[in-house]
């Protein structure tokens, strides 16, 4: 044997070892600091220019500087927003697709609609943005005055009240169709095609009143344009200080607003979703966040993953008995 092979076949075996070390530990690496690799896609499954996509590009982008990563936002309307909430359950779990859904996502399309997604099974929830409670509006030439008008029609003449929404299912009908169970009355629900038809006509006279949702009507109140009368929060809203709440119009068990949340594909590693909900609540706590969700009617949440959790299974059930209930069908 060549004397001058034995050192080297010690380095090699050094060598050896040591790149045997790297490769063990790669992936704690990974599971510590790998996360993100590349680019963040927020899928917001609604057009551009909205609540949800101003929600999804604020959020989206304050999330990216604290964990560093660039946010890159995907529009995908449809099917009552469930065509993006499908691609996102469809995705890769790691942390790399997120879901700006909500109400509609995982309550209320599914039971109105057939999903391709398991909106209990197929997710993991971040946290919870925010919720944007409803208003009940009305024309300023209006003669109602208050929730108790509405509800005494609606009571002594059936059929009569008519209220305006953006269309079946949407959160205008569904808050209507609660109301109605509560007050033991029926009001004709007027559905229109999307845009904001139903608004041009509540202006005009045409529609007496909508159960409109604080992103929609917030900017209404605030120009003049309609008149608030009861909002569906526990307290006033600090911005409507002299419009009531429903428990002080006396509809206590009234309980209903749109809700906003982040979701990623199950799987999804625990730490990953971890460091998306991290960075969800330093989101949720800069004052500039804050001003902007309230500027649009939403009142922000903790952005705790837990809290979500909790939150979608009781609002399944919740509005999926009163689509059931008030046979409310689809567009």
Not at 23 to 43: D, M, R, W, Y
Not at 191 to 202: Q, R, T
Not at 277 to 283: D, N, P, R, V
Request: proline share 9%.
């Amino acid at each position: 044997m060549n004397p001058s092979s034995r050192p080297l076949t010690r380095r090699a075996v050094a060598l050896g070892l040591a790149a045997l070390g790297c490769a063990l530990s790669a992936p704690a690496a990974l599971a510590q600091g790998g996360f993100p690799a590349k680019p963040i896609t927020f899928v917001v499954p609604y057009p551009a220019g909205g609540a949800n996509d101003m929600l999804g590009r604020l959020i989206g982008q304050k999330m990216g500087e604290a964990l560093g990563a660039t946010v890159i936002i995907d529009n995908k309307p449809g099917a009552g927003a469930m065509l993006g909430a499908n691609a996102v359950a469809k995705a890769a779990p790691d942390g790399h697709t997120v879901l700006v859904g909500g109400l509609a996502t995982h309550a209320a399309s599914p039971h109105l609609m057939k999903a391709d997604y398991d909106p209990l099974k197929d997710f993991e929830a971040v946290g919870l943005l925010g919720q944007a409670p409803i208003i009940v509006i009305t024309s300023n030439e209006s003669p109602l005055r208050s929730l108790k008008d509405i509800a005494e029609i609606a009571k002594k003449k059936p059929g009569e009240m008519m209220y305006g929404s953006s269309g079946n299912g949407s959160p205008l009908h569904l808050a209507g169709e609660l109301f109605d169970a509560i007050n033991g009355s029926q009001m004709t629900h007027v559905p229109y095609k999307g845009g904001n038809a139903h608004i041009i006509d509540l202006i005009g006279g045409r529609v007496p009143v909508i159960f409109d949702t604080a992103t929609n009507s917030m900017p209404l109140i605030r120009s003049g344009k309609v008149r608030p009368l009861a909002v569906s929060m526990p307290q006033r809203l600090p911005d409507l200080p002299n419009v009531p709440t429903f428990a002080e119009s006396g509809f206590p068990s009234f309980q209903f607003t749109a809700w906003y949340g982040l979701f990623v594909p199950a799987k999804t590693p625990k730490d990953v979703v971890a460091k998306l909900s991290g960075a969800l609540q330093t989101a949720l706590k800069q004052p500039e966040v804050v001003e902007k969700l309230r500027g649009v009617g939403v009142s922000p949440a903790g952005g705790e993953a837990a809290e979500l959790a909790r939150l979608v299974p009781q609002e399944h059930e919740r509005i999926g008995r009163l689509i059931k209930q008030a046979n409310i069908k689809a567009d």
